[in-house]
């Protein structure tokens, strides 16, 4: 078995589409997941329990079911109910909600870090309960689970295949089109991996200098 | 002496504003200006238990307006509780407490005292300020915001009073130079100093200390307490405090209270209280702690 550098060259134009594609869901996704988990970390602090209960259970659900079910779901059993949504929407909504389930996880513990003291001093400065979050505690919450996050970015980024098995042509997507377009699979294959080992590794290094900006301020 | 005797409010002292109506102006009606008056304490049988601990046990004590008043006692008896119930960082189990005339933990409805709800209690809150042991600066706002936080988004200052305020106050405790540095980058005697500025900058009418010395290496202590008498020497602020410096206690209070097990059990004057104690588990407290 060859390697085609010449059939090579003729791929990357379709698989850079693919990638945008990966990028794009992963972004979107990602956003999602960061505000969604927000959401459920805050409303599983309700005092009310139907609310606490319910974030809590929803979240556990999401979170023990795979990932590629939830895609279905949203994808082929939503229509049935009147709901539509185009592939890559259905793909990014699934990607955030699965996430959003686990950066929750990560916001709380960050939320449990923070010192009582720093509570306590809120309170005594008489600050009202939404500056409290949005001045004290979250500042210092997400700051200490900034590696955490990006990790699930990354994690994220690699899972964007799944959306694959709901029609959305992301990056391995179009390598395996190209594949059985010319049953010649090796060279898309490879090149699609390459494609993510090189995302990956740019992010990777992104997040290790954000890592220490926030080490260090 | 009997317990009863400690509930009458204590005299005005001589030269500071005697505890008036003004003090009590309902919150939320004299904005600033009622806010800057001096405010006495009032506690009324109050009660505090963690789980079957009792920690004070019916207290009845008062603090006039402007009154310097310091808490001593063998660590476990109750003084940083009675802290902690005037900031509302702990709910009393029973009874009465008073800032000024009106009740912190209750409203009167119709005659009668009513548990009050968080927005009686954010206006109450805007009588008392707190310096903790720990400083507990917010570590992810420099020095200026630290101080600016309250007065722009609890008194309603624009930035620019906020900031002119905030660096009147840095000059005070003499950290001019250090408006833009993290709190992290401070020495322990620099952040408790940003912290009472913090606490000052919200201009209270009580302030409570709670053992604001006792993390500070030993070099640091007397400029943080200089700067402490230097406050009460000035301002007419009520001032509450809790601590191990019997000097420090000495020079800054009016009266000292003696606490043991949620009860006080001797009061009077820092002359009287640490050269002739009366209580014999005053002068074994007194001993123990000179002799550490």
């Avoid at chain 1, 689970?145 to 994690?155: D, E, K, R």
């Avoid at chain 2, 988004?153 to 009147?168: C, F, I, Q």
């Avoid at chain 2, 912290?195 to 070099?219: C, F, G, N």
């Avoid at chain 2, 301002?235 to 000097?247: A, R, S």
């Amino acid at each position: 078995m060859n390697w085609d550098w010449n059939y090579t060259g003729k791929l990357i134009p379709d698989l850079l589409d693919g990638l945008r594609v990966t990028v794009t869901a992963t972004l979107l996704g990602y956003l999602i997941a960061l505000a969604l988990g927000l959401v459920w970390t805050l409303l599983r602090r309700s005092p009310n329990p139907l609310v606490h209960q319910t974030v809590r259970w929803v979240t556990e659900f999401v979170r023990s079911t795979p990932l590629l079910v939830q895609l279905f779901f949203l994808f082929y059993v939503l229509p049935s109910w009147g709901i539509t949504l185009g592939a890559l929407t259905a793909g990014i909504v699934g990607l955030g909600l699965h996430y959003s389930t686990y950066t929750a996880e990560v916001y709380r513990a960050g939320i449990e870090d923070v010192p009582r003291g720093q509570w306590e001093a809120a309170t005594a400065l008489n600050l009202p309960r939404r500056r409290v979050w949005a001045g004290v505690v979250l500042p210092q919450a997400v700051r200490r689970v900034v590696p955490s996050l990006g990790n699930y970015l990354i994690a994220l980024f690699k899972d964007t295949p799944f959306l694959f098995g709901i029609t959305v042509t992301e990056l391995l997507g179009s390598a395996f089109d190209e594949g059985a377009h010319t049953l010649k699979y090796l060279e898309p294959i490879t090149v699609a991996g390459l494609f993510f080992i090189a995302v990956s590794v740019v992010s990777s290094l992104a997040l290790r200098r954000l890592e220490k900006h926030y080490a260090t301020h | 002496m009997p317990p009863t005797d400690l509930t009458s409010p204590a005299e005005p002292v001589p030269g500071k504003a005697a505890p008036g109506k003004a003090a009590g102006a309902l919150p939320g009606g004299g904005g600033a200006a009622s806010a800057r008056t001096p405010c006495g304490i009032t506690f009324e049988q109050v009660v505090k238990r963690f789980g079957d601990n009792v920690v004070l046990d019916h207290l009845d004590f008062a603090v006039g307006a402007g009154e310097r008043v310091t808490l001593i006692g063998p660590s476990g008896s109750g003084k940083t509780t009675i802290l902690r119930l005037l900031m509302t960082l702990e709910r009393p189990d029973g009874g009465v407490i008073r800032v000024g005339d009106d009740p912190l933990w209750h409203m009167e409805r119709g005659g009668k005292l009513v548990k009050a709800g968080e927005k009686h209690l954010h206006e109450m809150r805007k009588r008392i300020g707190m310096v903790f042991q720990q400083f507990n600066l917010f570590p992810n706002m420099n020095v200026l915001r630290n101080l600016t936080e309250g007065p722009v988004h609890v008194l309603g200052l624009s930035r620019d009073e906020a900031v002119e305020r905030a660096r009147g106050l840095l000059e005070l405790v003499g950290l001019a130079d250090k408006e833009d540095a993290h709190p992290t980058r401070l020495s322990g005697g620099q952040q408790q100093r940003v912290a009472i500025a913090r606490a000052l900058a919200m201009e209270p009418t009580v302030l409570l200390l709670d053992e604001v010395t006792s993390a500070l290496d030993p070099e640091l202590v007397v400029g943080v307490q200089d700067l402490l008498r230097d406050i009460a020497r000035s301002t007419d602020v009520t001032m509450l405090c809790v601590t191990h410096e019997m000097g420090f206690a000495r020079d800054i209070s009016d009266r000292v209270l003696m606490f043991d097990q949620g009860r006080i059990i001797e009061e009077g004057p820092p002359g009287t209280i640490f050269e002739e104690p009366r209580e014999e588990r005053t002068r074994a407290f007194l001993r123990a702690v000179l002799a550490s």
